[in-house]
C-alpha cells in the first residue's frame, strides 16, 4: 500500500524553525516527483514546494528563501526544512506523491495525514 | 502565476442533488486540471484527473469536463457521504495553484 506519515510538527515561536519528515511506504522517492502543500485554519489549500526526481526543487513566493525541500532516498523520506517561521506559517502540513506524467507532476494522490505547525510566542 | 477561480464558495444542497462546480484558469493549462475532495481532519482526496479522468476507486457519480481555461466538476446525486469542501488545482506549471475551495453543506 502506498502511504505516506508525516511528523516533526509542533509548537514554535517566531522567528523559529521546524524540520518536518515525510516517511514514505510502498514507493520509493527517489522515483517520484514529491510536494508539500500547507492548509492554514479557516483557508484554503496552498502548494509550497516540490523536488523533482532529478532533485530540482522549486517553492511558493510565500515561502522561498526561508523552506527548503530535501530527500534521503536510504530513509525513503522527505523533509521540509523551515527557517524564519512567521505566525502566519502556522497550517497543517502535508506531503503528497506527484504523478510521474510530464505535465502532471503536480497531480497528488495520495497525500498523507497532515503535521501541525503552530508558530506563536 | 497561473490563479485559480472556482465557484460557487459554498452550496447548500441535498442528498440526490445534481451539483457543478465551475473553475476557471487565469491563462490556458490545457487539460493539466484536478478535482479534490477534503473532509475535515482528513487527508485531501484526488477525485479527477487530466480534467475529466476518474481517479481508480473514486465512484462514476463524479465527473469532469473542460479544458483551456473552463473546467467543471459534476456530482451527479450527491451522497451523504459527499458533504465535504471541494479543489480544483492546475498542475501545468510551478506554483501548483488550487482554487479557494468550494464548501458542499446539507440544506
Known amino acids: 500500500e502506498v502511504q505516506l506519515v508525516e511528523s516533526g510538527g509542533g509548537l514554535v515561536q517566531p522567528g523559529g524553525s521546524l524540520r518536518l519528515s515525510c516517511a514514505a511506504s510502498?514507493?520509493?522517492?527517489?522515483?517520484?516527483?514529491m510536494s508539500w502543500v500547507r492548509q492554514a485554519p479557516g483557508k484554503g489549500l496552498e502548494w509550497l514546494s516540490v523536488?523533482?526526481?532529478?532533485?530540482?526543487?522549486y517553492y511558493a513566493d510565500s515561502v522561498k528563501g526561508r523552506f527548503t525541500i530535501s530527500k534521503d532516498n536510504s530513509k525513503n523520506t522527505l523533509y521540509l526544512q523551515m527557517d524564519g517561521l512567521r505566525p502566519e506559517d502556522t497550517a497543517v502540513y502535508y506531503c503528497?506523491?506527484?504523478?510521474?506524467?510530464?505535465?502532471?507532476?503536480?497531480?497528488?494522490?495520495?497525500w498523507g495525514q497532515g503535521t501541525l505547525v503552530i508558530v506563536s510566542s | 502565476d497561473i490563479q485559480m477561480t472556482q465557484s460557487p464558495s459554498s452550496l447548500s444542497t441535498s442528498v440526490g442533488d445534481r451539483v457543478t462546480i465551475t473553475c476557471r484558469a487565469s491563462?490556458?493549462?490545457?487539460?493539466?486540471l484536478n478535482w479534490y475532495q477534503h473532509k475535515p481532519g482528513k487527508a485531501p482526496n484526488l477525485l479527477i484527473y487530466?480534467?475529466?479522468s476518474l481517479q481508480s476507486g473514486v465512484p462514476s457519480r463524479f465527473s469532469g469536463s473542460g479544458s483551456g481555461t473552463d473546467f467543471t466538476l459534476t456530482i451527479s446525486s450527491l451522497q451523504p457521504e459527499d458533504f465535504a469542501t471541494y479543489y480544483c488545482?492546475?498542475?501545468?506549471?510551478?506554483?501548483?495553484?488550487f482554487g479557494q475551495g468550494t464548501k458542499l453543506e446539507i440544506k
Open positions: 503528497a506523491k506527484g504523478s510521474a506524467v510530464p505535465g502532471s507532476y503536480g497531480r497528488f494522490d495520495p
Open positions: 510502498g514507493f520509493t522517492v527517489r522515483s517520484n516527483y
Open positions: 523536488i523533482y526526481v532529478g532533485g530540482s526543487t
Open positions: 491563462q490556458s493549462i490545457s487539460n493539466y
Open positions: 487530466a480534467a475529466s
Open positions: 488545482q492546475q498542475s501545468s506549471n510551478t506554483p501548483y495553484t
